[in-house]
């Protein structure tokens, strides 16, 4: 049988990992008698778009993103409706799409899984036409991801930083939803159309969501108080959010967002500009990507999280203790404590 052609395009900026230990370990462990390999790398955000389109036409059988969520999708948009697979080999900072489909976080497990070269065809979804794979949205999360893309610094704990300083201050919002005709108001801290159940480093936005049923999963999140959040970033991080009372849910193919002003927007955790109206859709079975068929769990990041609450709740313990009523009073001995 002839070999199947593999490109692997690495982004330099991606996490925090060294990328020339990865192609290190491909040149030893990618099963060469099945696969040719090329490695490119990216020079400027957008260019793995160009490097895939390329790749794509020039006929390869296969297109490897090595960089995160952001790479993904970059890549990812130039397969969608092609013959070409996709593959990835996590290295971003969340990692959300490669954590949902079980693709092992270790770059030599992640290679296994390249030479096993199991296809699956995933759905995909469209937020004002624009591709993601991932989760997309409006509210907190695209106003954190417009942040995040500022910071010189990446990795989980500029994530975590970032959420914590900017969530204590946020302003949630008016937003006017409409599915299939029926339109309801509500009042928001975000709004996650997902089509992966998390947005990455374990963080189950939509715990539920799957890639291969052809629906979007709608995660409504309602203003909570400071004292709330522990709560709701465990049961984000257990993937029981659902249980809690200031979620909202539903799954649909379409749905239209209206706000009251003009702003940020995310796919897949990169931040854009949009107006008022914000059209989503889901495209069933639109890329076929290389995919897990020998599963195995990664909890790391869970146990991380629930130290981080165990010392949040101690401090509100502590807090509390003082006699700080006020909410504002309360966030700002939080970001004290946590020198944000
Ligand atoms: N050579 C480059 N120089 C500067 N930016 C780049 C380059 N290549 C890609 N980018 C941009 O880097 C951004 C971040 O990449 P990516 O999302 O893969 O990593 P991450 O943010 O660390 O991980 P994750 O999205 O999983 O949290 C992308 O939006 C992409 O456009």
């Known amino acids: 049988m ?29 099963d060469q008698d099945k696969f040719n390999y090329q490695i490119a790398r990216t020079e400027y955000a957008g260019h793995a778009t160009l490097l895939a389109q390329e790749h794509v036409e020039k006929g390869c059988d296969a297109v490897v993103a090595i960089g995160g969520d952001g790479t993904v999708n970059e890549i990812a948009r130039s397969l969608v409706h092609t013959s070409v697979a ?13 954590r949902h489909l079980r693709i092992p976080m270790d770059p030599l497990g992640s290679i296994k899984v390249l030479n096993r070269f199991d296809i699956e065809c995933l759905d995909y979804g469209k937020i004002n036409d624009v591709p993601f794979f991932c989760t997309c949205g409006v509210g907190f999360d695209a106003f954190v991801s417009s942040k995040f893309a500022h910071s010189e610094k990446r990795g989980v704990l500029t994530y975590l930083e970032n959420t914590l300083r900017e969530g204590l201050k946020y302003k949630p919002d008016t937003y ?36 291969s049923d052809g629906l979007m999963d709608v995660t409504i999140m309602e203003p909570f108080t400071v004292l709330e959040a522990p709560q709701i970033a465990v049961q984000l991080f257990n993937r029981t ?54 599963q195995a769990s990664d909890t790391a990041f869970g146990r991380v999280v629930s130290e981080l609450y165990d010392e949040l709740i101690s401090l509100s313990i502590s807090v509390r203790n003082r006699n700080i009523r006020r909410i504002d009073s309360f966030n700002k001995e939080v970001m004290r404590r946590l020198k944000l």
């Open 86 to 98: 996709f593959g990835v080999i996590p290295c971003g900072s969340g990692n959300g799409l490669a």
């Open 241 to 294: 959010l659902l249980q809690n009372n200031k979620i909202k849910t539903f799954r649909c193919k379409n749905i239209h967002i209206h706000r009251e002003h003009p702003g940020v927007i995310h796919f897949d955790g990169d931040p854009m500009s949009a107006g008022t109206d914000i059209d989503v859709q889901l495209i069933q079975k639109g890329l076929n990507m290389i995919v897990n068929t020998q």
């Open 176 to 211: 006017e939803i409409e599915i299939e005709g029926e339109t309801s108001k509500y009042k928001a801290f975000l709004i996650a159309c997902a089509n992966a159940s998390q947005y990455g480093n374990n963080a189950y936005i939509a715990p539920h969501a799957s890639m």
């Open 2 to 30: 002839a070999k199947r052609s593999i490109v692997f395009i690495i982004n330099p900026i991606s996490g925090t990992q060294s990328k020339d230990n990865i192609i290190e370990l491909i040149s030893q462990h990618l």
